[in-house]
């Protein structure tokens, strides 16, 4: 007897939880419980994949806005010597002038180029890169800093020679300008090779949601 009540309390309870209507309850409280905190994840993920992908093109903008202020200052020194070849009586007035703007370009220069990327680690953290990325962009950025202290080193000597007292227009001033322009492109690639590194940690090829 108490074996045949057994098995219709189980058919009871298997009728019960199998009726469309338990189902229905069953899922709809599953859909309650799980649906926002899918929902809240996938937004997440989302919102993070589009600062990754604002934070590459930041590193780029910034990596060119440096480009064209190392560009700009080679250019002023390239730009003194033609005009003192053409016209070597007023070459003084230009050199004089050539100081003064140089300054003004390297303290521009200076207030963006070396601070720009000092808060990409941080960045790396909080836009919940993977593990070893924040490592990966210290290295890359000391790598960037060292790159930076050899093209101010060849800016140097272009004012060594360019803002001297004892500068005359001569044919061996191209020369000097040629090699240094030379040297600043092989720095400027190898730069753009680095902030191309740099933004491919922030914005993998695979998007992620």
Do not use: C
Request: proline content about 4%.
């Amino acid at each position: 007897m108490n074996h045949i009540q057994s098995k219709q309390d189980e058919k009871w309870y298997v009728s019960i939880w199998t009726h469309p209507l338990a189902l229905l309850l069953i899922g709809s409280t599953i859909s309650y419980l799980l649906v926002p905190l899918i929902g809240e994840r996938v937004s997440h993920q989302h919102v993070l994949q589009e600062q990754r992908v604002d934070m590459a093109r930041d590193i780029q903008k910034q990596s060119l806005i440096v480009d064209e202020q190392l560009n700009a200052m080679v250019t002023a020194y390239e730009m003194f010597d033609k005009g003192a070849i053409i016209d070597p009586t007023t070459y003084k007035t230009a050199q004089a002038e050539l100081r003064r703007s140089s300054r003004e370009l390297y303290l521009q220069f200076d207030q963006h180029a070396w601070y720009w990327s000092h808060d990409l680690p941080l960045q790396s953290r909080l836009l919940e890169l993977p593990p070893g990325s924040e490592s990966k962009i210290i290295d890359l950025n000391k790598a960037y800093m060292k790159n930076l202290e050899s093209s101010t080193g060849q800016i140097g000597l272009l004012g060594e020679k360019f803002g001297s007292k004892n500068y005359a227009p001569n044919k061996n001033s191209a020369v000097i300008l040629a090699a240094a322009r030379k040297r600043m492109n092989e720095l400027a690639y190898e730069r753009g090779a680095i902030t191309s590194q740099l933004s491919g940690i922030f914005m993998p090829a695979k998007l992620n949601w």
